[in-house]
């Protein structure tokens, strides 16, 4: 009886092991977000610097083109179209720490379903009241395109961006 008691001791820390490192493996598609934040969070403090781009899908970029197209000509002062929310569409925020970076942006990713990638992350880590305010939430939806994952759309605040850019293309077309 002792014997098995033994065993079984070993036995349960072994397997919360491989479980533990099973579960933290990264997909391609977290993997491919989160190098895209690694080089994009380097850049935040440098106005120079030239910004790493997502790799997107051809119908996506075809959409932004068509979206950024469509609003210069006819947006006028209107909000329209990638880059116009006054703000910063990857990280969601029109301010940010002064010393944010990767390291201390409390940046986790997930995949609740295949090819999607659920990131959240903290654009004030210094402040030390009302964190929840400074949580951002990006999806990112990817989708498999001439052997690479691309992002598809990207979901912020339950407002998809594909569907944005449609909506604002439609307006302006009437």
């Known amino acids: 009886m002792n014997l098995i008691f033994r065993n079984l001791l070993l036995f349960i820390p072994v397997f919360f092991c491989f479980s533990c490192t099973s579960y933290q493996k990264k997909t391609e598609g977290q993997k491919a977000i989160e190098a895209f934040y690694q080089a994009y969070f380097k850049t935040l403090h440098e106005p120079q610097s030239v910004k790493p781009q997502l790799r997107l899908s051809s119908s996506f970029s075809e959409l932004i083109v068509k979206n950024r197209s469509i609003c210069k000509a006819k947006a006028g002062s209107d909000v329209c179209g990638w880059d116009s929310r ?89």
């Not at 390291?103 to 090819?115: L, Q």
């Not at 009302?130 to 994952?149: A, T």
């Open 86 to 174: 006054h703000g910063d569409d990857y990280l969601n925020a029109q301010e940010i720490d002064a010393d944010l970076t990767f390291e201390n942006s409390e940046f986790k990713s997930s995949e609740p379903k295949p090819h999607w990638i659920r990131i959240e992350f903290n654009v004030f880590p210094s402040a030390k009241t009302n964190k929840s305010n400074y949580k951002r939430v990006i999806e990112y939806m990817m989708i498999r395109e001439e052997m690479n994952l691309v992002v598809d759309d990207i979901i912020i605040d339950g407002q998809s961006f594909r569907k944005i850019f449609s909506d604002e293309i439609e307006h302006y077309n009437k």
